[in-house]
Nanobody, 123 residues
Framework: QVQLVESGGGSVQAGGSLRLSCAAS????????MGWFRQAPGKEREGVAA????????YYVDSVKGRFTISRDNALNTVYLQMNSLKPEDTAMYYC????????????????WGQGTQVTVSS
């Protein structure tokens, strides 16, 4: 019943911006946790950002602090990841995920996952 659908990925030059969106069906972001993860070839899946309860808890991995912002639109039941000043090392498949219990950087917390959207940053 729960479905998460990412969009907004693509190719961009270093220094550019993208905004990823994750639309949820069967899940209400307003009372839960949303996380963004990324995985590059040969690397572990990394928690990029997480958010819940109107922003009472927000996490960003150090490498994206000051560049990425997680936000939500409750009316649209959509969460966003605004990515600015993109770097080639940001290149990865990005996934949104929803957690029924807890919130943070760890994939095991998350019950539902989107299909992923590719972000490619060229130098």
């Amino acid at each position: 019943q729960v479905q998460l659908v990412e969009s907004g990925g693509g190719s961009v030059q270093a220094g550019g911006s993208l905004r990823l969106s994750c639309a949820a069906s069967g899940y209400t972001y307003g009372s839960g946790c949303m996380g963004w993860f990324r995985q590059a070839p040969g690397k572990e899946r990394e928690g990029v950002a997480a958010f819940y309860a109107g922003g009472r808890f927000t996490y960003y991995v150090d490498s994206v602090k000051g560049r990425f912002t997680i936000s939500r639109d409750n009316a649209l039941n959509t969460v966003y990841l605004q990515m600015n000043s993109l770097k080639p090392e940001d290149t990865a498949m990005y996934y949104c995920a929803a957690a029924a219990r807890g919130c943070g950087r760890w994939p095991y917390l998350y019950n539902y996952w989107g299909q992923g959207t590719q972000v490619t940053v060229s130098s």
